[in-house]
């Protein structure tokens, strides 16, 4: 009797302990990160006797967890995956909407600034549409000085979130390596699993992962490991090591990632730090390089072509944009006290990146950020004789140690430095500084175009100067020399070349003289309304309206594929998610049934006890008699 009443007691407490497991399931449906657990039950070992083994009941082994490991990887990478493309398509799409915007982006200045000087060569002599190309030039560059402000403050955000960020990886490392260490003695002291502390470590380590790109490693005390980068340490058992944040090598207030004392910026990657460090180097400095280099190709080309004019003061012109400059920064290391100044070379040569320039104590090189490629360099930098190389001028002023380097960003704040560098209309050199003349006596069919200007320095290019011709192929210059002439070949002298179509006779004379003051010519006026569709960079074959529209394309493909590459790991996500639920998740259907089936195994249970107690009865009541 003894054995049936053990055995139903053992089928009471098992099935006690699968209700109140059930009831947990049910009361927990909708906590997030919550497991779906089951008690695993064990026959108790018979007991023999000569008519066969008489089972001993049932005892409750465990209460396990229903989860899968391969699953629970994924999801960490997936949500890694996802923070960091939500936080790169977020910043794409700001940069996007701020180049491409009709109101505050660049296509309507810009184009209201060659309407303006094509305005201008219409009808040189206004002064009011004079006025109207200076106050054109100032909604430009106005234009250009606000998107850098903005692409700016965007690179201010990304170093505050950073901060941030790196706050709350810290936050959840400590509470990960607590949990590691309440798991683990959970464990030791009861020899089962603590299934709610396992789901909250998952549940943080699926938030450390949306942070950050991590990588796990069980423990045999069942803790778990955490790395980042390349094996830089977050949790070690029940240690947690926090991430730091320190100013760049150059001190451009960038922040770097530190761990252990060491820099891991390039090797953190996923999450919302990556995302961060991503959205930076991917978005906001390619469009910043690309938005300075049209500055400065702008304000090179139109100030190059303006000195080749007069204004109405017979003056050849001077700036009309104020140059923009590149930077430097000075590693932190340096010893010497020399500092680089940026200027321009060869617009059509300039890239888009940064370089470094190292000096080894007798002659400098410079690097390519982003390839490593080393640049060839001329020069010995000197204002006189700069280091020139990838389309850059680089002057250097005091004296370098061996070792210095520099951080050259070319075109990153150029934008932010164009400004209008005229403002009387009267200085404006619309009309072309020479003019052409040919003497009323010559016999030739030879004609003179108008004389272009090559090198508006040269200190002799508005004297006058007679061309006589001494016969068909020859002639002399102020009556001086004998020079061999050939048709449509130009003439150049002090700085202007001339071009003659049809044949000269001997004795006509040609006249090169200044174009004098308030003359009414719309030469140079058509030279800079030309310029907007003149090849420029990359070697000549963009130009600036050109440029700038690549500049807005490519911003917009930039948002596109980061937007697609988003929809795309959301549904990955959503997949990867619903595996879990399915193996994990709570079906409040299910549980329902189990609770009625378990119910009744227990009412089953508490009726072999009443039944052993009957009988056991029975038995004293018959050995009475």
């Given amino acids: 009797m003894a054995d049936l009443l053990s055995i139903g007691v053992s089928g009471l407490l098992a099935y006690r302990r699968v209700l109140d497991t059930t009831s947990n399931n049910i009361a927990n449906a909708n906590t997030a990160g919550y497991s779906r657990q089951r008690v695993e039950l064990a026959s108790r070992a018979g007991s023999g006797s000569g008519a066969g083994y008489i089972g001993g009941g049932v ?88 998107i850098q402000s903005q692409l700016d403050t965007l690179d201010a955000e990304i170093n505050q979130r950073t901060r941030v960020t790196v706050e709350e990886i810290n936050t959840l490392t400590r509470s990960i390596a607590d949990l590691n260490q309440r798991i683990a003695l959970g464990y030791g002291e009861f020899g089962q699993p603590p299934n709610d ?132 920064i000075a590693a932190g290391t340096n010893t010497g006290s020399a500092a680089i100044g940026v200027g321009f070379s060869d617009v059509s040569q300039l890239g888009t990146g940064d370089y470094e320039l190292r000096y080894d104590g007798a002659a400098w090189s410079l690097i390519d950020s982003r390839s490593g490629a080393g640049v060839a360099l001329s020069g010995t930098g000197t204002s006189a004789d700069p280091l020139v190389g990838a389309g850059l001028a680089l002057v250097v002023s005091g004296t370098a140690a061996a070792g210095d380097r520099f951080r050259v960003q070319p075109t990153a704040y150029a934008a932010g430095n164009l400004g209008v560098a005229i403002a009387d209309p009267a200085r404006i050199a619309a009309a072309t500084p020479l003019r052409a003349s040919a003497a009323l006596g010559n016999t030739g069919t030879a004609s003179a175009a108008v004389p272009v200007v090559n090198d508006a320095s040269n200190a002799s290019l508005l004297d006058t100067v007679e061309i006589t011709f001494t016969g068909p192929g020859s002639y002399q210059i102020d009556g001086a020399g004998s020079f061999a002439f050939t048709p449509g070949t130009p003439i150049s002298v002090n700085g202007w070349s001339l071009t003659l179509s049809g044949v000269p006779a001997a004795g006509d004379r040609f006249t090169i003289s200044a174009a004098g003051s308030d003359n009414g010519d719309n030469g140079n006026a058509q030279a800079l309304a030309a310029l907007g569709s003149r090849g420029l960079f990359d070697g000549g074959s963009r130009s600036i309206a050109q440029a700038q529209v690549a500049l807005v394309s490519a911003s917009g493909l930039r948002a596109q594929q980061a937007g697609l590459r988003l929809d795309a790991q959301a549904a990955i996500r959503e997949q990867t998610l619903a595996e879990r639920e399915s193996v994990s998740g709570v079906n409040l259907d299910e549980e329902a049934a189990d609770l009625i089936r378990f119910q009744q195994a227990y009412q089953a249970a508490a009726r072999v006890i009443q039944v052993a107690d009957t009988v056991f009865q029975t038995l004293l009541q018959a050995a009475g008699r």
Avoid: C, K, M, W
């Avoid at 990478?77 to 996007?96: H, I, K, M, P, W």
């Avoid at 296509?107 to 002064?127: C, E, G, K, M, Y």
């Fill in 59 to 146: 005892e409750a082994l465990t209460v396990q967890r229903s989860v899968d490991g391969f699953i629970g990887a994924r999801l960490q990478s997936d949500a890694s995956a996802y923070a960091r493309l939500e936080v790169l398509s977020g910043f794409a799409t700001r940069v996007d909407g701020l180049l491409s915007d009709a109101d505050a982006g660049l296509s309507r200045p810009l184009q209201a600034f060659f309407d303006a000087a094509n305005a201008l060569a219409q009808n040189p002599a206004s002064t009011s549409t004079r006025q109207a190309l200076i106050g054109s030039a100032q909604t430009l560059s106005a234009s250009f000085q606000d």
């Fill in 197 to 328: 502390l396992l789901d909250q470590r998952d549940r943080l380590l699926e938030q450390l992962s949306t942070h950050v790109g991590i990588t796990t490693y069980p423990q045999s005390d069942s803790s778990v490991n955490v790395f980042v980068g390349s094996g830089q340490t977050l949790v070690l058992g029940s240690q947690a090591s926090a991430l730091g944040l320190a100013d760049d090598a150059f001190g451009s207030g960038r922040l770097d990632i530190v761990a252990g004392g060491a820099v891991i910026t390039s090797q953190i990657g996923g999450g919302t730090l990556g995302g961060l460090l991503d959205a930076r180097r991917e978005i906001v400095d390619p469009a910043r390089a690309e938005l300075g280099r049209l500055a400065v190709g702008i304000a090179d080309s139109v100030n190059a072509q303006h000195a080749l004019g007069v204004d109405r003061y017979g003056e050849l012109g001077g700036p009309f944009f104020s140059e923009p400059q590149g930077t430097s």
